[in-house]
């Protein structure tokens, strides 16, 4: 079972910051990583897919890279609409827990 | 647009069942294979179950493997998830999303719903 720790668990920022949000897997999940974005109340948002690409409609001050274990969002210049629960996936091992425990970026 | 909208939600009993229900909308359903994924109180996501497009392939998270049944009726865009014998430890918000890949698995999930509130209590 593939284990993904996402660090820091809470990130506080403010508004015009970069955010940098890590992922790491217990062993190596290739090129199988995505990103969500998720705020209370409201439907999880599919950000990045397979580490680096932009899913539909998402805007090109999100970020990702890596490889193997390591794994990293990138947010350049945070808009206020930004602060939110972020979780990273694997698809690398399926079928089993496949989500970290999340970030939360908060307003600094 | 493109939707999906979860019902069937409540608060049951422990030992009880329940069944959620998710209706799509805006693209053609039977082309992709469908997720639920849940959220527990002050917890992070859990992925919960997977059907394939055509609906012959089930697959289950250990957590709930032999109590939860995924199934989906093309002829009526929806998606289903049986529970039963509920415990206190399903009492979470339940998603269901949309595989990323058309005809093809791709693990990842592109559409969610804004779920469905289960509270497993006496």
């Known amino acids: 079972e593939i284990v993904l720790t996402q660090s820091p668990a809470t990130l506080s920022l403010s508004p015009g910051e970069r955010a940098t949000l890590s992922c790491r897997a217990s062993q190596s999940v290739s090129g199988y990583v995505a990103w969500y974005q998720h705020k209370p109340g409201q439907a999880p948002r599919l950000l990045i897919y397979d580490v680096s690409n932009r899913a539909t409609g998402i805007p090109d001050r999100f970020s990702g890279r890596g490889s193997g274990t390591d794994f990293t969002l990138t947010i350049s210049s945070l808009e206020p609409e930004d602060f939110a629960v972020y979780y990273c996936?694997?698809?690398?091992?399926?079928?089993?827990?496949?989500f970290g425990q999340g970030t939360r970026l908060e307003i600094k | 647009q493109v939707q999906l909208v979860e019902s069937g939600g409540g608060v049951v009993q422990p030992g009880k069942s329940l069944t959620l229900s998710c209706a799509a909308s805006?693209?053609?359903?039977?082309?992709?294979?469908m997720h639920w994924v849940r959220q527990a109180p002050g917890k992070g996501l859990e992925w919960v179950a997977l059907?394939?497009?055509?609906?012959?392939?089930?697959y289950y998270a250990d957590s709930v493997k032999g109590r939860f049944t995924i199934s989906r009726d093309n002829s009526k865009n929806t998606l289903y998830l049986h529970i039963s014998s509920l415990r206190a430890e399903d009492t979470a918000v339940y998603y269901c999303?949309?595989?990323?890949?058309?005809?093809?698995?791709?693990?990842?999930?592109?559409?969610w719903g804004k779920g469905t509130k289960v509270t497993v209590s006496s």
């Open positions: 805006g693209f053609t359903f039977s082309t992709y294979s």
């Open positions: 059907i394939s497009h055509g609906g012959t392939s089930k």
């Open positions: 999303s949309r595989d990323f890949g058309e005809l093809v698995v791709r693990y990842y999930m592109d559409v």
């Open positions: 996936q694997q698809r690398s091992n399926w079928p089993p827990d496949t």
